[in-house]
């Protein structure tokens, strides 16, 4: 099951405490107490894992590291190590108003507290011989809602059943399940054709946008496809119906959507006899006809260009 909202507490590592101490050898008898050293931070960091925050199903609380204590001779306690959390590239992260877009990049959701001072760095022309240290600082705390919205070149929209998860399987090394049975696919797959990324999103039905069905859980993963791939069954008994209640759902749910460049794709033409599909092609003069079961040229050069702009 793909965990794409989920709310965790983090928290930084407090500091370290700083020390009283002083010298025993003769003739420097002056204070050598350490500083404390900071907390850990807690980190997170886009990876390409679309099933990370699954780790976060049952254990929601993150501490980080605490800061080492002071030591004599004025050594500083070490640092606590920063807690560093794997998120989904395309995490929004409500709470602080940040977002993980690439591989690698990181966000510091909880500072670590800063280590206490020892009583080395009280010393001062008035005091030779200070007695006060102070303890380290609690890190900060933070309750985050992460939110995944898959980041993809294409999104492969379309009702139940309608080719996607065959179409994902064909271009890629995917393995979305395929049956001939309404929600076969119960979360999104991404594939990776040439350099392209592809998201099978799951099928829309009427009123998804409302909350219907699957509803809005995952409407929010085409939000950020850059094209959208339109599938409609050749073997429905009316496709321009089912390709208008698609559009009607994505424009419900945000009008960008209705603003991104559109494909419209017919699939399952290997089951479908000629009249059918020249009736398609009636309706949707720029479309493309394909069956997973032939190389289809034009859907290939389509490709080819989508991912000769992506490179400009």
Known sequence: MLIDNIKIKVSGGTGGNGIVAFSKEMMCLGPTGGDGGNGGNVVLIGVEDIGALKKFRYQKEFIAEKGKHGKGSTRTGANGKDLVLGVPVGTVIHGIDKEIVKVGETVVLAQGGRGGRGNASFKSSRNNSPKKSTDGLPGETK??????????DIGLAGLPNAGKSSLLNYLTNAKSKVSNYQFTT???????????????????????????????????????TKIIFHLVSLESDDFVRDYNIIRR???????????????????????????VINDFKKHFKKSIIISVNDKNKELFALLSEISKDKNV
């Open 249 to 275: 759902e994505l424009e419900n749910y945000n009008d960008l959507l209705a603003q991104k460049p559109e494909y419209i794709i017919g699939t399952k033409s290997d089951i479908a006899d000629d009249s």
């Open 186 to 224: 119960l979360q999104p797959h991404l594939g990776v054709y040439e350099n392209l990324i592809l998201a099978d999103i799951p099928g829309i039905i009427e009123g998804a946008s409302t909350g219907k069905g699957l509803g809005v859980k995952f409407l929010r993963h085409i939000e950020r």
């Open 143 to 152: 309750e985050v809602l992460l939110e995944l919205k898959l980041i993809a």
